[in-house]
């Protein structure tokens, strides 16, 4: 017999639809699954077991069964405040910090009838792209408990991969959503800029922060989006997008339609300031996704970034904003400034000394950035990198003590996603497979996962899932959660 948990979000949902299964019984059932695994993974840092269970138990009467998520459960990442929960922004300067309100975002999913079991993991104020805090235990992703599940919303991942819950909402500056997806061997997709009006990234400096879902299949993504969406006070303009890329989402995704041109990009805006290696494992990845693409039919080219003059300042200008962004974290003192870790703190420290006018020439060098690059994607439908540069990275491989050094990390394993932060554009993340480093084959055997990055025009969001469906039911990869 199929475990609840084994089933898609989808499946959950269409049963609770129909009355053969309750709100309480599929709550209770991640519940029991969180007690036994979430110690192995550091996915939850809280578990509010018995609200959800409250919350189960009033939605009929709170909640029309007409809601795009009702019944289904989800965990708010650290970085989004719900009220009475305990929320640290993966920070030990906010370890006692209980919210009197909800950000829009969880107030946003409670609407659409999804019940929150808790909070995931995220590393400090969102920062870097693996989730290693000091105010909680790593997130680790389940395939290889030694290695961590990226970030910034590595908890929400490995929740979702262990089976924790059947999706989850994360958030996306720089690829905190596809990069921990990835690792993590799920879906993960980055909406354009403006699609989600609970974070549309249009608040955020340069655009660069927005919310999307993390899924173990592409349909169950497109479910969550279109909930995520289904607030949308204001229609959607693309600059790019026809009408065949509006939702809803889910249609495109179960349909799973269209012969598209893909571009293949392996260059990196990052190249020319830091030493980039593609590992074995990241290439089989790409090529085993090439190979389907040429097999059912799309047209597929290589792709650059153009002359380098168009590239070679973005790494100087990227910095200096996402250091302008820590500038206003508040921490003030010198008790307050020493709680941070030594990344942050060099963050803050670098943003606070940041000339307005370098700040300001950055954010220009970066709008043009994004209509070249825009430009240059013009010619396909969709772009496909590598999802990462190497395998998952092991606990503790980031250096802790020397920013620039950790900063440098950061890039080379993960140099195609901030890229796509920067120009607005829709990218999903799928895994093509597992991959063991002795041999750095893909297989089916245990091992760490390996994907691709799917990167979309203005709006493209249905395109992406379209494309991406197809790949999934080509590689025919289990979409069971990894712990039992």
Request: include cysteine.
């Amino acid at each position: 017999m199929t475990a609840l948990h084994e089933l898609t979000a989808l499946d959950q949902w269409h049963l609770m639809r129909s009355g053969e299964l309750t709100p309480g019984e599929l709550v209770a059932h991640y519940l029991e699954r969180i007690d036994r695994l979430n110690a192995q993974l550091g996915a939850l840092t809280v578990v509010a077991a018995d609200r959800a269970r409250e919350a189960a138990e009033k939605l009929p009467d709170t909640v029309s069964t007409a809601a795009p998520l009702w019944g289904l459960p989800v965990a708010d990442k650290e970085l989004t405040a719900r009220v009475g929960q305990r929320t640290t922004y993966g920070s030990r300067l906010f370890a006692d910090n209980v919210p009197i309100e909800s950000d829009e975002l969880a107030r946003h999913l409670d609407a659409a009838g999804a019940i929150s079991l808790g909070a995931s993991a995220a590393p400090e104020f969102g920062l870097p792209s693996y989730t290693e805090s000091r105010v909680a235990p790593p997130a680790r992703t389940p395939y290889a408990l030694d290695r961590g599940a990226g970030g910034s919303s590595g908890g929400a991942a490995a929740a979702v991969a262990g089976g924790l819950v059947p999706f989850a909402p994360g958030s996306d500056g720089g690829g905190s959503i596809r990069i921990p997806a990835a690792a993590c061997g799920i879906v993960g997709l980055k909406p354009s800029r403006g699609r989600v009006p609970a974070s549309s990234g249009l608040a955020s400096l340069a655009g660069l922060v927005v919310a999307g879902p993390l899924a173990r299949t592409v349909a169950d993504a497109a479910l969550l989006l279109d909930a995520l969406v289904s607030a949308t006070p204001w229609p959607f303009a693309t600059r790019a997008a026809g009408p065949e890329d509006a939702g809803p989402f889910l249609a495109h995704a179960v349909r799973g339609e269209g012969r598209f041109q893909v571009g293949v990009l392996t260059d990196s805006p990052w190249q020319l300031d830091y030493e980039l290696t593609i590992a074995p494992e990241a290439q089989h990845a790409l090529d085993r996704a090439i190979g389907h693409l040429d097999a059912m039919g799309h047209g597929v080219d290589a792709i650059d970034l153009g002359p380098s003059d168009d590239w070679a300042g973005y790494p100087e200008a990227f910095r200096a904003v996402w250091m302008a962004s820590a500038a206003s974290i508040p921490a003030e003192t010198d008790a307050e400034l020493a709680l941070l870790e030594p990344l942050t703190a060099w963050l803050v420290a670098r943003g606070r000394e940041l000339p307005a006018r370098r700040l300001a020439a950055a954010l220009v060098w970066l709008s043009g950035f994004e209509r070249r690059l825009i430009e240059r994607f013009s010619s396909v439908d969709v772009v496909i990198t590598p999802a990462l540069a190497l395998t998952p990275r092991p606990i503790g491989w980031y250096d802790a003590e020397d920013a620039e050094h950790n900063f440098a990390q950061q890039v080379q394993y993960t140099p195609w996603t901030s890229m796509i932060n920067v120009a607005g554009l829709p990218a999903i993340t799928i895994p093509m497979g597992v991959s063991r480093e002795s041999d750095g084959e893909l297989s089916d055997r245990p091992g760490m996962p390996m994907g691709v990055q799917l990167i979309g025009r203005p709006g493209g969001e249905a395109t992406l899932l379209a494309l991406a469906a197809q790949l999934e039911r080509r590689a025919r990869l289990p979409h069971t959660p990894v712990l039992e």
